[in-house]
């Protein structure tokens, strides 16, 4: 059964600061490490790793996957109240349907509550 | 980006009632689709796996007699909390794909609906 676990569950920072979240995860046929982001609906995408050492970035965000570790971590530099939000990390798995064809199904960490206070 | 609608966005009901939630997908025809449960302050968990024309699998420790999904069409799923109580309060996410697992994109999240039970 895949596994993902999140640390810290919870972070409370002020604005500025930077903030590393972690993930690290156990599943078999490995294909991809997702994260995103959860304000009060449902999650939005972040990024998509998939090899290790290539760090993808996106504004103030970046993430970095370790496949050796089984390990992955999502930065947030100069952090604002509006990054507020559950950070969630999760591994898609394989499903075979009746036709025999493999789809992906996700499997979530805990998430990490960011709190950034003005 | 493909959209995928979930309806109602939020229901209360009486304990012992049925309801039905539908998740569509408005631009892509979703052969499979997956249907979330999360409880405050805890992550996403899968309940089942929707796929077009067949049976849902479901996860370990969900009653398919008491979540019925029917996927019976490419852009329509329904899940229906039947005889819900209390503890079935939660907020239910679907999420909807094309096909074979391929990157991030190719799955994506209804807005939720918020189920309480009085």
């Known amino acids: 059964e895949d596994k993902v676990v999140q640390s810290p569950l919870s972070l409370v920072v002020h604005e500025g600061d930077t903030v590393t979240l972690n993930c690290s995860y156990e599943?078999?046929?490995?294909?991809?490490l997702l994260w995103y982001k959860q304000e009060k609906k449902a999650p939005t995408f972040l990024f998509m790793l998939t090899s290790s050492g290539i760090e993808k970035k996106s504004g103030r965000l970046s993430s970095i996957l370790d496949k050796k570790e089984l390990f992955s971590i999502l930065n947030i530099t100069a952090t604002q109240t509006g990054d507020s939000a559950v950070y969630l990390c999760a591994v898609p798995g394989r499903v075979a349907n009746a036709g025999g064809t493999s789809y992906g199904k996700l499997t979530f960490g805990q998430g990490t509550i960011l709190t950034v206070h003005p | 980006g493909a959209v995928v609608s979930q309806h109602p966005s939020r229901v209360i009901c009486k304990s012992g009632t049925s309801v039905k939630i539908e998740c569509r997908s408005l631009d892509f025809q979703a052969t499979t689709m997956f249907w979330y449960r999360q409880f405050p302050k805890q992550s996403l968990m899968l309940m089942a796996t929707s796929n077009e024309g067949s049976k849902a699998t479901y996860e370990q420790g969900v009653e398919k007699d008491k979540f019925l999904i029917n996927h019976a069409s490419l852009t329509l799923s329904t899940l229906t909390v039947t005889s819900a109580h209390p503890e079935d309060s939660s907020f239910y996410i679907c999420?909807?794909?094309?096909?074979?697992?391929?990157?991030?994109?190719?799955?994506?999240f209804g807005p939720g609906t918020r189920l309480t039970v009085l």
């Open positions: 999420s909807a794909t094309a096909g074979v697992w391929r990157s991030n994109n190719e799955q994506f």
């Open positions: 599943v078999t046929n490995f294909r991809s």
